[in-house]
């Protein structure tokens, strides 16, 4: 990214920021990254969900369907999407990287599901190594000042570095 950003004369206001034109050979390989890391997400994700239901089925001696433990929520995060936002009064296609940060549409939005309408996209921030969980919903506010995004939190109990050092794989 680095080679790319001095070919291509791009600057960022924090030296720890690095970017590429999204067509440029760069910006293609991390698109492509990404999506393999977001397929490999949502399979995790997937592959939790069964487990649990298989473990609880197991305790309670029937099936995972007549538990009736559906999935109530998933929603990606890090990750960049195409959307239409509107900036200086005008609509634009945008490419937008939520990284440490999820969509979050307010009522009434297209895109938000029919169960949702009327509320908004809920957002699930998991408390932070001893602070409060939230639960919120996104606003017509938001989507002017942050093209509808907020924080998604950590929801760990402590940092990875301590889990590496302290937690075997059999924990």
């Known amino acids: 990214m680095e080679k790319a950003m001095a070919r291509d004369?791009?600057?960022t206001n924090d030296r720890q920021?690095?970017?590429a034109r999204i067509h440029s050979d760069e910006g293609k390989h991390y698109l492509a990254a990404m999506a393999a890391a977001a397929n490999y997400a949502w399979v995790?994700?997937?592959s939790m969900t069964f487990l649990c239901r298989q473990a609880f089925a197991r305790q309670f001696n029937c099936t995972p369907d007549e538990l009736e433990m559906s999935v109530v929520y998933d929603v990606s995060h890090n990750i960049a999407k195409v959307e239409e936002h509107m900036v200086d009064g005008a609509p634009r296609t945008l490419l937008v990287h939520r990284k440490g940060a999820t969509r979050a549409l307010p009522p009434h939005h297209p895109?938000?599901?029919v169960d949702y309408t009327f509320?908004?996209?809920p957002i699930l921030i998991?408390?932070?190594?001893?602070?409060?969980?939230y639960v919120l919903t996104g606003t017509t506010a938001a989507m002017a000042e942050t093209f509808g995004s907020?924080?998604?939190g950590a929801g760990r109990a402590q940092s990875r570095?301590?889990?590496?050092?302290?937690l075997n794989h059999e924990q």
């Open 111 to 113: 895109l938000v599901p």
């Open 126 to 133: 998991g408390g932070t190594m001893g602070t409060c969980s």
């Open 9 to 11: 004369g791009i600057a």
């Open 17 to 19: 920021l690095a970017c």
């Open 161 to 166: 570095a301590r889990s590496r050092r302290c």
């Open 150 to 152: 907020t924080c998604h």
């Open 119 to 121: 509320c908004g996209q």
């Open 44 to 46: 995790n994700r997937s």
